[in-house]
């Protein structure tokens, strides 16, 4: 894609944005992927590109927190998930399996988004936001800023995204090691397993088709 349509279709984005109708329909998101092929070109418009997706993004979630905020209220999360985790080893039976599942249903929640923080930072990337898109999708997730984002190496940008994923994945396998030595009652192990297995088949039917999976495949073709 040549410069000139690259401009046409990021003042067509622009409009959109300034009218409140989001960047579809635009061509804002192919003006994207050719940058993305020529990175060349990020220097250019990169930060226009961050701009007008910060302003989309904006206007599209229905909850922000700044960056730092959603960053210590994650970190804090987890650490009560863990410490919930903890306190099984010294419970009686059946509390040690509600403190076990209570523990890895809240890590569930807050490592997501900290996982793609982490791997993203360590190659550079900067986060804006932490939100939640909508009630259909109560999921905390962090908002990357896109100038820093297209400056990542398309693999940094593919693993970041992998990065979430393969943690929801990993939690509730590892909560099975305090489960069996704990020796919390058989239902809790079996919701446990449940709840892996879920991940799993969520991955395979919906991630690798709208989310976290589907950035992963785009991404790496970006890498040649």
Not at 19 to 33: E, I, K, P, Q, R
Not at 141 to 162: E, F, N, Q
């Amino acid at each position: 894609m040549e410069p000139s349509e690259i401009e046409r279709r990021l003042d067509r984005a622009e409009e959109s944005v300034e009218a409140g109708s989001g960047l579809s329909g635009t061509g804002f998101w192919s003006a994207v992927g050719a940058v993305k092929r020529d990175r060349s070109l990020v220097g250019s418009y990169g930060q226009r590109i961050a701009a007008l997706d910060r302003r989309a993004f904006e206007a599209w979630a229905l909850f922000t927190v700044p960056a730092g905020l959603g960053t210590a209220v994650m970190v804090v999360g987890t650490l009560i998930g863990l410490g919930l985790v903890w306190a099984a080893y010294d419970a009686t039976e059946l509390w040690a399996g509600l403190f076990l599942l209570a523990g890895t249903g809240i890590t569930l929640v807050t490592t997501h988004g900290l996982a793609h923080l982490v791997i993203g930072r360590a190659v550079g990337m900067k986060f804006t936001h932490w939100f939640v898109g909508s009630l259909a999708r109560p999921q905390p997730g962090v908002k990357v800023d896109y100038a820093t984002y297209l400056a990542a190496p398309a693999k940094s940008r593919a693993w970041m995204h992998a990065s979430g994923a393969i943690v929801t994945k990993a939690i509730p396998f590892f909560a099975l090691g305090p489960a069996i030595v704990i020796g919390v009652p058989a239902w809790v192990t079996g919701l446990i397993v449940l709840v892996g297995i879920g991940q799993i088949v969520t991955d395979v039917a919906w991630s690798t088709k709208a989310s976290d999976w589907k950035k992963y495949r785009r991404e790496m073709q970006y890498a040649g």
